[in-house]
């Protein structure tokens, strides 16, 4: 029997070497390019030395500048946000966090907690209120939860608010907030007679302060705060109406994590291509490293974490926009993407020798930030034991 025509292959793709991009439509390439080219022109030229100076100057405009590209609330539908797929966030949260962590920070907190939030468990009015002008980058909005003494145990929060006639009286700290000093709302958490709730707080209300985290060794181009609630007086109308209990908060949070698991290869493929290149240039014993067998075995093995962490994060994608994403595969996705995007950023150091702990190069602020997104939004160790307990059924939180 005749075997038929002979098909060719196409070439080994470096870049590509998995073929992933043909599990994506052309919808999809043309908003990871779109993002891609922004990041080229509008991070990348700065990003070093913002880092170096431990400062984001002109988010303002930079948030406006991702309303216009529809980056803000993406993934969410009506009152002015693109209502992408989840993929396409995917592919964004990449590119951004390609360029740096911070700037995927910004548009993470400011769609996938804040403009989530109020999107999920707002009502009407708080919807149409703040989410057109979030969507655009007009407004930009915060997430308190984490708390100066209560991290990765949320329900043991002291941040609390109680009824006053109609209204509602706010009072207590939350720490470690991305974009909480230059916020125009702050979506807070806070324990009251009915259980925990969430509430809308406009950052011009007499009592609230955000002063700002200086001395930053990672994030260090990202705006963090703190927020002090200081007897916040909020109408009856400021608290979200649809949610009780920690449900509401990490529901928000699942939402960012799926964030993370694209980003953090964004950061990754920054320093795996930061290597490459390097290993091609770069001379010792009268040829180029990447000719030694130990550099290619380096190098190798970052593509392998690499484009494997890309495909994990592409399915826990297509899962969730079919609806079917479970909170635990968004735990085995981030403790997995993160943690080899960490390797791959020190092997890469490696690679470059005393020349990867310079900001000529990408790699040590990736590293560095990389530390912050491996504890931020649930520890390696919280989503183990996330994992432990769908794994084996036993809790092993208390």
């Given at each position: 029997?005749?075997e038929?025509?002979?098909?060719?292959?196409?070439?080994?793709?470096?870049?590509?070497?998995?073929?992933i991009?043909?599990?994506?439509?052309?919808?999809?390439?043309?908003?990871?390019?779109?993002v891609?080219?922004w990041?080229?022109d509008?991070v990348?030229?700065?990003?070093a030395?913002?880092?170096?100076?431990?400062?984001?100057?002109?988010?303002?405009?930079?948030?406006?500048?991702l309303?216009?590209?529809?980056?803000?609330?993406?993934?969410?539908?009506?009152?002015?946000?693109?209502?992408?797929?989840?993929?396409?966030?995917?592919?964004?949260?990449?590119?951004?966090?390609?360029?740096?962590?911070?700037?995927?920070?910004?548009?993470?907190?400011?769609?996938?907690?804040?403009?989530?939030?109020?999107?999920?468990?707002?009502?009407?009015?708080?919807?149409?209120r703040?989410?057109?002008r979030?969507?655009?980058?007009?407004v930009?909005?915060c997430?308190?939860?984490t708390?100066?003494?209560?991290g990765?145990?949320?329900?043991?929060?002291r941040?609390?608010?109680?009824?006053?006639?109609?209204?509602?009286?706010?009072?207590?700290?939350?720490?470690w907030?991305?974009?909480?000093?230059v916020a125009?709302?702050?979506v807070v958490?806070?324990?009251?007679?009915d259980?925990?709730?969430?509430f809308?707080v406009?950052?011009?209300?007499?009592?609230?302060?955000?002063?700002?985290i200086?001395?930053?060794?990672?994030?260090?181009a990202?705006?963090?705060?703190?927020?002090?609630?200081?007897?916040?007086?909020?109408?009856?109308?400021?608290?979200l109406?649809?949610?009780t209990g920690?449900?509401?908060?990490?529901?928000?949070?699942?939402?960012a994590r799926?964030?993370?698991?694209?980003?953090a290869?964004?950061?990754?493929?920054?320093?795996?291509?930061?290597a490459?290149d390097y290993?091609?240039?770069?001379?010792?014993?009268?040829?180029?490293?990447?000719g030694?067998?130990?550099?290619q075995?380096?190098?190798?093995?970052m593509?392998?974490?690499?484009h494997?962490?890309?495909?994990?994060?592409?399915?826990?994608?297509?899962?969730?926009?079919?609806?079917?994403?479970?909170?635990?595969q968004?735990?085995?996705?981030?403790?997995?993407n993160?943690?080899?995007?960490?390797?791959?950023?020190?092997?890469?150091?490696?690679i470059?020798?005393?020349?990867?702990?310079?900001?000529e190069?990408?790699?040590m602020?990736?590293?560095?930030?990389?530390e912050?997104?491996l504890?931020?939004?649930?520890?390696?160790?919280?989503?183990?034991?996330?994992?432990g307990?769908?794994?084996?059924?036993?809790?092993a939180?208390?």
């Amino acid at each position: 029997m005749s075997e038929g025509p002979t098909r060719s292959l196409p070439p080994f793709d470096p870049a590509d070497p998995l073929g992933i991009d043909d599990l994506l439509a052309p919808e999809d390439l043309a908003v990871r390019a779109t993002v891609r080219q922004w990041a080229a022109d509008r991070v990348l030229p700065h990003i070093a030395d913002w880092y170096e100076r431990g400062e984001l100057p002109g988010i303002r405009e930079l948030a406006r500048e991702l309303g216009s590209l529809g980056a803000l609330g993406m993934s969410l539908t009506g009152y002015g946000c693109a209502g992408a797929s989840a993929v396409q966030y995917g592919l964004a949260c990449l590119e951004l966090e390609a360029a740096d962590s911070g700037i995927r920070s910004l548009v993470s907190v400011q769609g996938s907690l804040a403009m989530y939030a109020i999107h999920r468990f707002g009502s009407d009015e708080q919807k149409e209120r703040w989410l057109p002008r979030m969507a655009t980058g007009e407004v930009i909005g915060c997430f308190g939860l984490t708390e100066p003494d209560h991290g990765s145990d949320p329900a043991a929060m002291r941040t609390h608010a109680k009824r006053d006639g109609s209204d509602w009286v706010l009072t207590g700290r939350k720490m470690w907030i991305t974009n909480g000093s230059v916020a125009g709302v702050a979506v807070v958490w806070a324990r009251t007679d009915d259980g925990i709730r969430g509430f809308a707080v406009p950052t011009d209300s007499p009592g609230f302060s955000a002063p700002e985290i200086r001395h930053k060794w990672s994030l260090r181009a990202s705006v963090t705060s703190e927020l002090v609630m200081d007897e916040v007086r909020l109408p009856a109308d400021a608290v979200l109406p649809e949610v009780t209990g920690l449900r509401g908060p990490l529901s928000c949070l699942s939402h960012a994590r799926y964030g993370i698991v694209w980003g953090a290869m964004g950061a990754a493929r920054a320093c795996f291509e930061a290597a490459l290149d390097y290993s091609r240039s770069r001379e010792q014993f009268g040829r180029p490293i990447g000719g030694f067998q130990l550099t290619q075995a380096k190098l190798a093995d970052m593509a392998v974490e690499l484009h494997k962490g890309v495909l994990l994060a592409h399915h826990l994608g297509r899962r969730m926009d079919s609806g079917t994403l479970r909170p635990e595969q968004v735990s085995f996705g981030k403790l997995n993407n993160v943690r080899e995007a960490i390797e791959i950023c020190r092997t890469a150091r490696t690679i470059l020798g005393a020349n990867g702990i310079s900001l000529e190069y990408p790699v040590m602020r990736h590293a560095t930030n990389l530390e912050s997104v491996l504890t931020y939004e649930g520890t390696v160790e919280m989503h183990q034991l996330v994992l432990g307990k769908a794994l084996t059924g036993l809790d092993a939180f208390r």
